[in-house]
């Protein structure tokens, strides 16, 4: 028994590293292939270790493209909707998860339904707002369209309804009003929650394309995942120089990850059970 519990072990670690070196191998092969110069990338069979750590290829990636001011504009937005999402979500939710009004589960379903609908299908009539607004080229446009979501209603809506409802009613009684009760008392109670959904908005929001390309004209508004096609040639395209600037854009995102993930193991399902 004990040798099978052994051998148990040593296949589940197996099957996670593996898996591990399954996840992380883009990763390694964008950040090798920005050191290699392009008889490196040619050589057949492939290799997987630069003969030398160079950076001349992210200073080139620089001067081709303005990819710091990408970066500042990516972060504006993504900050604007992470800090949207959560505002008007947990908002949402408290009133959902603690108020009693006429029609609240039809538009608690109706909410949920919009989950449904795919992106894509109100693009147009988005651009279309946008444009009668006059806010193309600003981050008005970027930030305001993502801030509000049917997935952060629902996940901080589970959040609250795990506080006990009784801890509610007492404040009530001692006077305490729905802002202060929200602000003081269940706000504290729901940070892992909030920290989890600010990492999931956040990275979802940093990775978006099709919207701030219709949205943004001027080189100057572009965002990140827009910019880096700057690094492309029409004739020839330097993988090297293409993965530099793409190294530079994940870095953000992997260390807000990193940083986050305790905040997203802890505060993922905490209240999912209870409806």
């Known amino acids: ?100 009004f006429r029609g609240k589960r039809f538009l608690f379903v109706a909410i949920l339904a919009t989950m449904m609908i795919p992106g894509e299908s109100i693009i147009i009539s988005n651009y279309m707002t946008i444009g009668d607004l006059r806010w193309f080229d600003t981050f008005q446009a970027l930030i305001l369209p993502g801030t509000a979501s049917a997935i952060s209603v629902f996940f901080m809506r589970q959040a609250f309804l795990s506080t006990p409802r009784e801890l509610y009613e007492v404040s009530k009684i001692d006077g305490c009003t729905n802002f202060r009760f929200f602000l003081q008392i269940l706000m504290p109670l729901s940070k892992a929650q909030l920290g989890a959904l600010g990492i999931y908005a956040y990275l979802g929001s940093w990775n978006q394309y099709l919207w701030p390309l219709l949205v943004t004209n001027r080189n100057q508004m572009r965002t990140v995942q827009v910019g880096i096609s700057m690094l492309k040639n029409s004739e020839f395209m330097e993988i090297n120089l293409v993965m530099a600037g793409v190294t530079i854009i994940l870095l953000p995102s992997v260390l807000i990850f990193f940083l986050g993930q305790k905040q997203i193991l802890s505060g993922a399902f905490s209240g999912s059970l209870k409806g």
């Open 1 to 100: 028994m004990r040798i099978k519990y052994l051998y148990g072990i040593i296949i589940k670690n197996f099957l996670r590293i593996f898996m591990v070196i399954i996840v992380l191998f883009p990763l390694w092969f964008a950040v090798s292939s920005s050191f290699m110069d392009m008889s490196e990338l040619l050589q057949r069979p492939p290799i997987l270790f630069p003969s030398s750590f160079s950076l001349q290829y992210y200073q080139a990636a620089l001067r081709v493209a303005p990819l710091l001011r990408y970066l500042q504009n990516s972060f504006i937005m993504s900050a604007g909707i992470m800090l949207g999402q959560l505002i008007i979500g947990s908002l949402a939710a408290f009133a959902f998860a603690f108020f009693n």
